[in-house]
């Protein structure tokens, strides 16, 4: 059951950093690893650590330098990658206390 989220995860991960997009590779890969910088780099952290407490105000001063579409794209790498974080470190945490139990 582990491989099946892994592999599952891992797909979505290949399609968020690889598939077309409007924002970069490395842009998305920032956003996914939570290592961009500057104002974008604060919202993607701030949509990892406590996504509830983004602003409408936030949101609108990223649209100045950044369009819709690429916004939500870096939205959903940042978003994935706090998930598959919590997600692996979760399931090491099964792994270890119960190896291949089923």
Do not use: I, K, N
Request: charged share 30%; with cysteine; hydrophobic share 40%.
């Amino acid at each position: 059951m582990h491989d099946d989220a892994r592999r599952l995860a891992g797909r979505l991960e290949r399609r968020l950093l690889d598939g077309p997009a409007v924002s970069s590779q490395a842009e998305r890969a920032a956003a996914f690893h939570g290592t961009a910088e500057g104002p974008l780099g604060d919202y993607e952290r701030q949509v990892e650590q406590a996504a509830f407490r983004v602003t409408a105000e936030q949101v609108e001063a990223l649209r100045r330098h950044h369009a819709d579409d690429a916004l939500f794209e870096l939205t959903l790498c940042a978003a994935h990658g706090a998930a598959r974080r919590r997600l692996d470190a979760g399931l090491r945490a099964l792994d270890e206390a119960f190896g291949d139990q089923p």
